[in-house]
């Protein structure tokens, strides 16, 4: 009633199993794209951003990571002031800074 062949894997990985390393070549190859697409920019990224925060100067004019435009009046090692608009100064951590505007960019 129930009769259906069954095929066994040969025992030798050299008579036409494939080796281990051929097992985990497309994993392999998985991450290299990964690395290569997503991992390195990335880190590319984060470096050019900290190198961007660590040469903000008083009077650059930046953008914060929530919109807000303004013009640095002081630096700290882990914050920013900001000036957005007469007598208005407010206090931002260094990291939310998204961008340095160029000088010649208008308000």
């Excluded at 994993?27 to 951003?49: C, D």
């Excluded at 660590?54 to 013009?71: H, N, R």
Aim: hydrophobic fraction near 45%.
């Amino acid at each position: 009633m129930f009769t259906a062949l069954a095929w066994a894997a040969p025992a030798d990985p050299a008579a036409g199993g494939g080796s281990a390393l051929m097992s985990f070549l497309p994993l392999i190859l998985i991450f290299v794209i990964f690395y290569f697409l997503l991992i390195r920019p990335q880190q590319k990224r984060a470096k050019e951003h900290k190198k961007m925060l660590e040469e903000i100067k008083k009077g650059d004019k930046v953008i914060t990571s929530g919109g807000i435009y303004g013009v640095v009046e002081s630096v700290d090692p882990n914050s920013v002031t900001l000036k957005i608009a007469e007598n208005t100064k407010v206090k931002f951590g260094k990291a939310y800074i998204a961008a340095v505007r160029s000088k010649e960019e208008e308000d």
